[in-house]
């Protein structure tokens, strides 16, 4: 077998394949017993047919075209390979010239893992934030706590800040009422700014059973683009108020939380707890500027059938969360006001992003000679299936070795990013 490459594009590359006989005379034979399974001679049963008796049955071109499929089929990924190329999908291909017997020439084109340029990895340049944890925030905790053991009686009285009212509305464009904008029987917190500027301030000082409409504009920077900056009218039935009775913030309260002996200790646990997630979160931050400055600072060619491949498990994870709400992607689309032009232009941004994250972060475990060894990675399918012990469907799937190829992929990735983070802090 002879090979010749031609580079398209950094990701993209044909190459020439050339067979001579003795590369057809395998395939031949190959041909030549499939076929023979596949015929029907009198006095053999299906299958058992002799090849050398099924060579006199079977048409010349019958034969020749099978052969040159085995051939093409068993030598392309061989000829990627001795051109140190890695297709990324099987290669398309095109037979240009046939001799049976002689020789069998193709072209066969396929988007390959590109060459990566690897900048300088160890000064990125990005810093690791610190974590502070101050009085605020908890105090914010605590007035959580306090709100979610909180005592509720109705109130015989006007609604007030810090009340909490049952309600009917339905919101209004033009005349006309908008998706999301209506609900039944809605809890709300006064002074909770769970609604937009001016709705839970033009319900304080009603009273149980008053029928009443709120003028209101959205914010400019609204999410939903159909309703960002209008002008609407919510018309609201007040149906009760309930004062809301918090406990005090004491050692008392800290008692009924936990297994605390005083305030003192609920808040040293709480500041414990608020460190370490901030700490995470920070840290996941970290990595991900990391990335994207390892992508700046080296040269990436991100293949189309990457980013594609991206732009479905985004589009599919979006689906699945809209699906969840009671919507298509459609739905949702229509809901935040963006046209699906406008939703695979800054969709696609993002899968190049991670497609080129990707590949830098190969690259460097590659380069670091970064990798898990099979035990780990066995310990690690070992606690999925306890993780997943009431899904068959599940378990099953850690018997596929490309689920299990796919698990070490990421545990490599997961211990090149910690390499990242170990040489930049």
Not at 46 to 73: C, Q, W
Request: hydrophobic content about 40%; glycine content about 6%; proline content about 4%.
């Amino acid at each position: 077998m002879k090979t010749k490459s031609k580079k398209l594009s950094d990701s993209r590359v044909e190459i020439t394949v050339t067979l001579d006989a003795k590369d057809l005379k395998g395939a031949a034979e190959k041909a030549l017993e499939k076929l023979s399974k596949e015929l029907r001679v009198e006095g053999f049963r299906k299958g058992k047919v002799p090849t050398e008796v099924a060579r006199k049955f079977i048409p010349e071109n019958d034969l020749n075209a099978e052969t040159a499929d085995i051939a093409v089929r068993t030598t392309v990924i061989a000829a990627f390979t001795e051109s140190s190329k890695q297709p990324l999908v099987l290669p398309s291909v095109n037979i240009t010239k046939y001799v049976p017997g002689e020789m069998l020439e193709y072209v066969a084109t396929a988007d390959i893992i590109p060459e990566v340029k690897l900048g300088d990895y160890k000064k990125l340049g990005v810093k690791l934030p610190e974590v502070k944890v101050g009085e605020k925030e908890i105090s914010g905790v605590l007035d959580n706590l306090a709100a979610s053991m909180a005592e509720k009686k109705v109130a015989k009285r006007a609604a007030k800040l810090d009340d909490e009212v049952i309600i009917d509305f339905v919101g209004k464009k033009d005349g006309k009422p908008f998706n999301g904008g209506s609900a039944k029987d809605y809890k709300l917190t006064l002074g909770s700014k769970t609604f937009i500027p001016g709705f839970e301030d033009g319900i304080v000082g009603h009273e149980s059973g008053d029928n009443f409409v709120l003028d209101l504009t959205f914010p400019k920077d609204y999410g939903v683009k159909d309703l960002a900056g209008a002008k609407t009218t919510f018309e609201v039935l007040l149906k009760q108020v309930n004062e809301v009775i918090k406990p005090t913030i004491d050692d008392e309260m800290a008692k009924k939380v936990g297994p605390f002996k005083d305030l003192k200790s609920l808040k040293e646990d709480i500041k414990k707890n608020l460190t370490a997630q901030a700490e995470h979160q920070n840290t996941e931050k970290f990595k991900n500027d990391l990335v994207i400055a390892l992508v700046k600072k080296s040269t990436v060619p991100a293949p189309d059938v990457l980013i594609d491949d991206q732009m479905r498990v985004i589009r599919d994870d979006l689906t699945r969360n809209a699906a969840s709400q009671g919507l298509s992607f459609e739905d949702y689309l229509a809901r935040a006001g963006e046209t699906l032009e406008n939703w695979e232009k800054e969709a696609r941004k993002v899968a190049e992003q991670r497609v080129k994250g990707s590949l830098v972060l190969q690259n460097l475990a590659i380069k670091e000679k970064i990798t898990v060894s099979d035990d780990v990675v066995a310990a690690k399918i070992a606690e999925l299936r306890d993780v997943y012990k009431k899904s068959p469907e599940a378990l099953k799937s850690l018997k596929d070795p490309n689920v299990k190829m796919d698990i070490k992929n990421r545990m490599i990735i997961e211990k090149t990013l910690d390499y990242l983070v170990k040489v930049n802090k």
